[in-house]
């Protein structure tokens, strides 16, 4: 068997769910992509892509339209019927209050998968980030659910790796491809799953076989991972600060030790989106269920979370003319003791350039630009803000209990920093490097940038004539 002779199923038309179907599509027999929201399927089926990814757009029309992928809002049974082999790809969100990962979506596909199972063999496969465990009583809810003796099934954990802004280059060129609960070598699924990435994978290491819970961990120990070198990354820098130091010369001279490596050594605002935060909260909460905690990575959790509320401090002491020499060291230095700013920042004026949690997305999901926007507004704020992938109507949910507040979204930066005391760059794009600064030097009020993803030149700005902050490093 090859690739092309496989057909599958995908339930959950979200980010993972989307991308993954596309990307198989290139070279499967035929790929469902399944989801209830009814609105958005009947986007897709218009070739409106929901999420902005490079790549996607043009991938997903030409499978489309060659009817190697299908989008449903409803007849799933149909789709599992043909398929060989069916996803589950929905959302795991934090539980509300705890910080478990709800997996009330997950059991809820797998009791209707199990419902229209046909006879013969399927393969069901778990890609949604589930707690340890969770495969195992996936498994005994299908069991218990199918109606006929004649269905045949297995499950396995396939853990997604994909990385917002890059995520079907990372489908087509994966670093591994994890496959946990395959029993052994020859069985259905291992050959099956085999064959599935046989297109995708460069060679026989790239592919590796686990048990589930080693499967399920791995996803979360690698979120996990980067949430920890990102905090730890941002303590250096603050120290870096402090000892006039900088940061961009000490990483750059530690990820030289090919243990340690260069990638998620940049400091930022803390580390957001709708994968590395949530994760790491729902591997602590699963671990203090079998008694044990995880200290480093509830420091790391906790000092993100400080971390956030810091730089909003910062930011906002910098609209004040006695504050204006504190750079973050020695705003954290003077304010280890204390949560509040004391600067009264009441109606004054604040120029945001970038809302999502990165670069290359449009995902404002734990974004640390909202919490900052949000305190910013606490604190009684006018917030202007333009994010080159951000709408106005997107962000009201985030702001729902904002509202009055003088919150504006613009359609350019210049707008945005119109009369601003303080301009902060809290997301990395990189139209932002490209600045007009003369035109944005006539237009603010007050002459202070304050870069949280060091992504000027402090030279040239400092040049242009701003007063500029960035996060270790000398002004
Ligand atoms: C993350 C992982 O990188 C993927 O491997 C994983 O598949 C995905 O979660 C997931 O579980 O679905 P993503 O959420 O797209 O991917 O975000 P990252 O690119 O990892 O960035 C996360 C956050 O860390 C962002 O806020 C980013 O700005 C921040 N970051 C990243 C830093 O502050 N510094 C760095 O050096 C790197």
Redesign the pocket.
């Known amino acids: 068997e090859q690739a092309s002779d496989i057909c599958v199923s995908f339930f959950g038309a979200g980010y993972?769910g989307l991308v993954s179907s596309v990307c198989l599509a290139d070279y499967c027999k035929k790929v469902y992509c399944l989801d209830t929201d009814k609105e958005k399927i009947s986007r897709l089926r218009n070739l409106e892509v929901p999420i902005y990814e490079p790549l996607l757009e043009e991938k997903l029309r030409r499978n489309y339209e060659s009817r190697r992928l299908i989008f449903l809002s409803e007849d799933f049974e149909l789709a599992v019927r043909e398929s060989h082999i069916v996803f589950i790809a929905v959302g795991t969100p934090s539980r509300r209050g705890d910080g478990h990962a709800d997996l009330s979506y997950v059991f809820s596909v797998a009791e209707s998968i199990a419902e229209m199972l046909p006879s013969g063999y399927t393969l069901i496969v778990i890609k949604s980030?589930v707690p340890i465990g969770t495969c195992s009583k996936v498994q005994e809810l299908i069991k218990a659910k199918t109606k006929s003796s004649k269905v045949q099934f297995d499950v396995v954990s396939n853990p997604?790796?994909?990385?917002?802004?890059s995520a079907v280059d990372n489908f087509l060129h994966p670093d591994r491809v994890v496959i946990g609960g395959c029993g052994p070598m020859k069985s259905l699924s291992r050959t099956l799953m085999e064959t599935l990435y046989s297109p995708f994978v460069k060679d026989k290491e790239t592919l590796l076989f686990t048990s589930w819970e080693e499967a399920e961990m791995i996803k979360y120990a690698?979120?996990a991972f980067?949430a920890t070198k990102?905090q730890f990354?941002n303590e250096i820098a603050d120290f870096c600060q402090l000892v006039n130091a900088n940061i961009s010369v000490v990483t750059r001279a530690i990820g030289l030790d090919e243990r340690i490596g260069h990638h998620?050594?940049?400091p930022?605002p803390g580390?957001?989106?709708?994968?590395?935060p949530k994760?790491i909260r729902a591997l602590v909460r699963s671990a203090q269920e079998y008694n044990y905690s995880m200290r480093l990575l509830e420091s790391v959790i906790e000092g993100n979370e400080v971390r956030k509320r810091r730089i909003a401090q910062w930011i906002a002491s910098l609209a004040s003319e006695s504050c204006i020499e504190e750079d973050l060291g020695t705003f954290l230095h003077g304010h280890h003791t204390t949560h509040t700013t004391t600067v009264n920042i009441y109606g004054k004026k604040f120029g945001i350039l970038g809302l999502t949690?990165?670069a290359n997305t449009d995902d404002l999901r734990d974004s640390?630009a909202i919490f900052v926007v949000q305190e910013l507004l606490s604190l009684g704020a006018r917030v202007s803000v333009y994010d080159p992938q951000v709408k106005a109507e997107s962000v009201t949910k985030y702001f729902a209990a904002f509202q009055g507040f003088p919150l504006d979204i613009c359609d350019d930066s210049y707008t945005a920093c119109q009369e601003a005391e303080v301009i902060a760059i809290l997301t990395e794009w990189e139209e932002f490097r490209d600045l007009d600064w003369n035109r944005l030097h006539e237009v603010v009020s007050r002459h202070v940038i304050v870069d949280t993803r060091n992504l000027l030149e402090p030279d040239v700005i400092s040049d242009k004539g701003f007063r500029y902050y960035s996060v270790g490093r000398p002004p």
């Open positions: 993972v980030t997604e790796f994909l990385r917002q802004g690698s979120n980067l990102i990354t998620y050594l940049q930022g580390f957001g989106g709708s994968c590395l994760d949690f990165k640390p």
